[in-house]
């Protein structure tokens, strides 16, 4: 039984797109080459989400972070922005921000941060706490 031309043409279609998206960052980056770990950790508590952006890397690094939040709920809607130079100690938890907004809100998170001279996309969840 052989696979038909559509479903085959489906198939390598949905691989380039894979391929692209690995490319081009758009795929989950885990740890950087590096070793570079970033993210956003959430917590809630009291009808309140913490959103804390980390970092933790094998070497001490210095550079700068980019976080914006946008959140919108019932209450209404902000737009908060924080950024800087950051110190970061080898093998060691680094909060670079911190954010609480309602634990109900639709939020979108932009967390960029420079390290080694290279930019990293950090604005996803951290899986595994850091």
């Not at 052989?2 to 198939?11: A, L």
């Not at 279609?13 to 894979?18: E, F, K, Q």
């Not at 009291?46 to 952006?53: H, S, V």
């Not at 001279?117 to 969840?125: E, F, S, T, Y």
């Given at each position: 039984m ?10 390598a ?6 391929a692209?998206a ?9 740890p ?6 970033c993210g956003?950790?959430?917590?809630q508590h ?8 980390r970092?933790v890397?094998?070497?001490s690094?210095?550079?700068e ?7 919108a ?17 080898a ?12 634990a ?10 420079t390290?080694n ?9 951290l899986?595994?706490?850091?």
């Open positions: 052989g696979i038909s031309i559509k479903t085959g043409s489906t198939i279609l949905g691989l380039v797109i894979a692209i690995a490319g081009t960052g758009m795929a989950n980056p885990g950087s080459a590096d070793g570079i770990q956003i950790a959430r917590s009291n009808g309140m989400q913490q959103l804390e952006a970092i890397s094998p070497k690094l210095s550079g972070y980019r976080l914006v939040i946008q959140s709920s019932n209450g209404g809607s902000s737009n908060i922005s924080q950024g800087g130079e950051y110190v970061a100690r093998n060691e938890q680094t909060t670079l921000g911190s954010v609480t907004v309602n109900g809100a639709k939020i979108t998170v932009t967390f960029d941060v390290a001279g290279k930019k990293l996309d950090c604005g996803q969840d899986v595994r706490q850091l």
